[in-house]
């Protein structure tokens, strides 16, 4: 098992999911109620399973070359727009451009650190999931049944 931060994904989680949709949806129901229970439940789960998969695959893809070579180009424009129309001071020219480099470069920085956002230090950490992993633990260990 490989976490989402090296790039991998849990293979047993999507077999736990596909196991609750399919106990859920194998259910034969006694009532009116039972039926609206497993057709919540069902959606319920089938949400769960459409965000992770949009998780693991955010996390397999990142900014493709062209995308980056688009970036770099544009920025390339900007900068040599400030100097292309530029002032009659040239501490002000210098201020000017240096500070519009400093603004493009972090946004590609930033850019580049949150393209695999599970992978990333500034990007998505573990933080939630494990609360709720313990938050369930608790509730269990209290009697209360799910």
Not at 96 to 114: K, Q
Request: glycine share 8%.
């Amino acid at each position: 098992m490989a976490p989402m931060k090296d790039g991998g994904f849990d293979p047993t989680a999507a077999a736990v999911a596909m196991d609750a949709i399919d106990a859920t949806g194998t259910l034969v129901p006694a009532n009116m109620g039972q039926a609206n229970a497993q057709i919540a439940t069902l959606q319920q789960l089938g949400v769960i399973h459409d965000a992770r998969q949009r998780r693991v695959a955010v996390n397999a893809s990142g900014v493709s070359w062209f995308e980056w070579l688009v970036l770099l180009i544009g920025a390339t424009c900007v900068i040599c727009f400030c100097w292309l129309f530029g002032l009659s001071n040239p501490r002000t020219q210098l201020l000017m451009t240096s500070t519009v480099v400093t603004i493009i470069v972090s946004i590609l920085v930033l850019l580049c650190e949150l393209q695999y956002p599970f992978r990333s230090d500034v990007g998505i950490g573990p933080d939630a999931w494990e609360r709720a992993v313990r938050h369930i633990q608790q509730m269990e260990s209290r009697g209360v049944r799910f």
